[in-house]
């Protein structure tokens, strides 16, 4: 089998898999600190400790079978050994204690380099030798005294009177009954249940499904017998099918949907095996079923050919196939230019009198929006494929910090276009560094100050109208408006006399390039790059940040985001015979100029609106257009007002003419030197013309 053609397809599915064990080794160290969590919101300690070891060991499990399909020694090894690790910890013969949390959470970034390096035809990395000894070193103390508990994986059992026959340098493997491996009996009989899983023929990593199918099948109840063996799921003549026995009460059609869910399964049925559940399956277990009638009490969930009844009735039949990123790219760029072409075709047809040309246009029109949805629907993925890497940064900044943190994550449903997503991982970062770092305060601190001794973070995404709003709360020290001043005066970024800083200009202090109040450069921060990167990057999403601060109570940071970077609805306005584009998001209202009252405040233009002072810009004077009076006297050029609000801040903008909303086509282009920071990208209008999109964070 040439597994080259498979390593993308592994190394996305491992992604996964090391995700999950981050996260488990988080609930793990959270459940084992004596409780801390207890009541609020997280289950017991015990029921949390024995649930985030099963699902570390489900984790690692797949991934040795994966790896050692693919022919990844270095994985398959490292695997092995934190498998064998997870397996004493799961039957209680390990205490979980801070050196040995250190250990596994080294283990863990050993496996992601090893599987990366691996995908990538590099070496094996030098270190995996020493985490796999230090492995071993962690389970050497246990085996010396542990008692063998039985091997029922997925369960922990305790059977007293039984002690081990020899001590063992390393824990031996973990290992699903075969026919030659008869379980020991039971007291209670349980009914037993025969599970046949069928691959498609050409499906890749068939070993690895398997593997994943039999872990499955162990979270029902005790594997009695597997046909053919595990340890051939890994060779290359392992066929199309695997069949597992097992005791379970569990519900036939509950187990048809979790197995077919692995993946590339043609079929699974399940029926009900004799009623003594120690006897051995039945001989030619292994062969294809001979075609016969279905007995009743079976439920089969099939591929092509599986007839039945019962076969379309089931709603949760899993229907996901994966596609290459780029593939969705070429095909929102396509859309895009559809939407470019169908608003100049209704440019051209819009004074035609042929009624049939003008209905064919508008059903074209029609069926170009719902594809364009679709395929922006396609694009939409979750926030936890970026929120799930950070609570483990939190962890370890906080850690090397010596400060305690509880690190909560919240609306990680909540779905942005895929390059979106791409795009913000790296902002979120210089967030949650900062929060720790700059606003969470030492334990001793923080008691002096009569808070609690750890320190509260949260990560948050909100759905706003047609934006996404990416929050990072923390109820820390807050911004310190004295350091900041004290910063600026020695850096000359302030007047000498200025003695108080507004929240707009402490905003702005803290978001230029080099700006710190740090008196150290640390591995986290004192270079002045993360708030500023954070706008730089939000604003180049066409984006804005609001920083909200409250001195010995915290600070909130929001990141408004657009919800995809390619195509969205726009209202058009003329000034100085050029078009320009507005983000309907921030448009707020529209007014009339006709008998605008305007003032000044400190300086600066106010248009008064229902008895609010709203900052005042004219866009004829942005863009350098000459042509009517002052904003506070003589006759206006300007007939329309519009009315933006961004981060909870609003502006009114006066254009010429408005022309009417479209959904446009961002394209994004690189400003000229020294070109005015107004724009964050360009379109196609219907008529052909170029129009650039107004930044409305700049005017804000």
Not at 159 to 187: D, F, L, M, Y
Not at 234 to 254: D, K, L, M, Y
Not at 270 to 295: F, H, Q
Not at 435 to 444: C, L, R, S, T, Y
């Amino acid at each position: 089998m040439d597994t080259a053609r498979y390593a993308e397809l592994f190394l996305t599915e491992s992604r996964e898999h090391v995700s999950a064990i981050n996260h488990a080794l988080l609930e793990l160290e959270r459940a084992s600190d004596g409780g801390r969590n207890a009541g609020q919101g997280h289950p017991p300690a015990d029921e949390a400790r024995r649930s985030a070891i099963a699902a570390l060991f489900r984790a690692v499990h797949t991934i040795k079978g994966m790896s050692a399909t693919m022919g990844y020694t270095a994985v398959a090894t490292l695997s092995h050994e934190l498998e064998a690790l997870l397996d004493w910890l799961r039957r209680g013969d390990a205490m979980v204690n801070t050196a040995l949390m250190d250990t596994l959470f080294k283990a863990a970034d050993a496996l992601e380099s090893s599987i990366e390096r691996a995908v990538s035809g590099k070496a094996a990395d030098a270190r995996i030798e020493r985490i796999a000894a230090r492995l071993r070193d962690a389970v050497a103390p246990a085996t010396s005294s542990a008692r063998e508990a039985p091997r029922v994986l997925g369960v922990t059992r305790s059977r007293p009177g039984r002690q081990a026959g020899r001590r063992r340098k390393t824990p031996p493997r973990p290992r699903t009954r075969t026919r030659a491996s008869r379980p020991e009996p039971v007291a209670t009989a349980v009914p037993a249940t025969v599970i046949r899983v069928r691959f498609i023929a050409d499906a890749p990593l068939r070993g690895a499904r398997a593997a994943m199918a039999l872990q499955r099948a162990q979270t029902f109840g005790e594997v009695q017998a597997v046909e053919p063996p595990e340890h051939t799921f890994s060779e290359p003549a392992f066929g199309q099918e695997v069949t597992i026995r097992v005791a379970t009460a569990v519900p036939h059609a509950t187990i048809a949907r979790s197995i077919e869910s692995v993946g590339d399964v043609a079929g699974v049925e399940v029926e009900g095996a004799p009623p003594d559940s120690l006897t051995p399956l039945p001989a030619g277990i292994g062969s294809p079923p001979a075609r016969r009638s279905r007995p009743s009490g079976r439920h089969a969930v099939g591929g092509p050919g599986a007839g039945g009844s019962d076969v379309g009735e089931d709603p949760y039949r899993a229907r996901h196939v994966r596609i290459d990123l780029r593939r969705l790219d070429a095909l929102m760029n396509l859309i895009g230019e559809l939407v470019i072409a169908r608003g100049r075709l209704m440019a051209l047809t819009a004074a035609s009198e042929d009624q049939a040309l003008a209905e064919t246009v508008h059903h074209s029109a029609r069926l170009i929006g719902n594809l364009q949805d679709e395929i922006m629907t396609c694009r939409m993925v979750p926030v936890w494929q970026v929120f799930d890497r950070f609570p483990r940064l939190v962890r370890d900044a906080a850690r090397s910090l010596g400060k305690q943190v509880a690190f909560e994550v919240y609306g990680k449903e909540i779905e942005l276009d895929r390059s979106m997503l791409d795009e913000i991982g790296d902002p979120i970062v210089h967030l949650l560094r900062n929060a720790v770092d700059h606003g969470i305060e030492a334990p001793d601190v923080r008691v002096a100050a009569g808070k609690a001794a750890e320190g509260r973070l949260t990560l948050s995404a909100i759905r706003d109208r047609s934006a996404v709003l990416i929050r990072v709360e923390d109820d820390g020290r807050g911004i310190d408006r004295d350091r900041v001043l004290a910063r600026a005066r020695d850096t000359g970024l302030v007047d000498a006399a200025t003695s108080t800083l507004t929240d707009d200009e402490v905003v702005r202090l803290i978001a230029r390039p080099g700006f710190t109040t740090a008196d150290q450069v640390t591995n986290l921060s004192g270079r002045g790059v993360g708030i500023d990167a954070v706008q730089a990057k939000v604003r180049s999403l066409g984006g804005s940040v609001d920083i909200k601060s409250v001195p010995g109570q915290g600070t909130v940071v929001t990141a408004r985001l657009p919800l995809t970077l390619a195509i969205m609805r726009a209202l058009l306005a003329r000034t100085g015979g050029d078009t320009y584009a507005f983000p309907m998001a921030h448009v707020d209202e529209t007014v009339s100029a006709e008998g605008l009252a305007l003032a000044s405040v400190r300086g600066r233009p106010v248009m008064l609106l229902r008895g609010e002072a709203v900052p005042y810009v004219r866009l004829r004077e942005l863009v350098g257009v000459p042509g009517g009076a002052g904003p506070t006297g003589g006759p206006l050029a300007e007939q329309h007002v519009l009315v933006l609000e961004s981060g909870g801040r609003r502006t009114a903008v006066a254009v010429d003419e408005l022309t009417g909303q479209q959904d446009i086509v961002v394209k994004q282009f690189d400003a000229a030197r020294g070109g005015l920071p107004l724009f964050s990208g360009a379109t196609i209008l219907g008529d052909g013309a170029p129009a650039l999109i107004v930044d409305v964070s700049s005017l804000i």
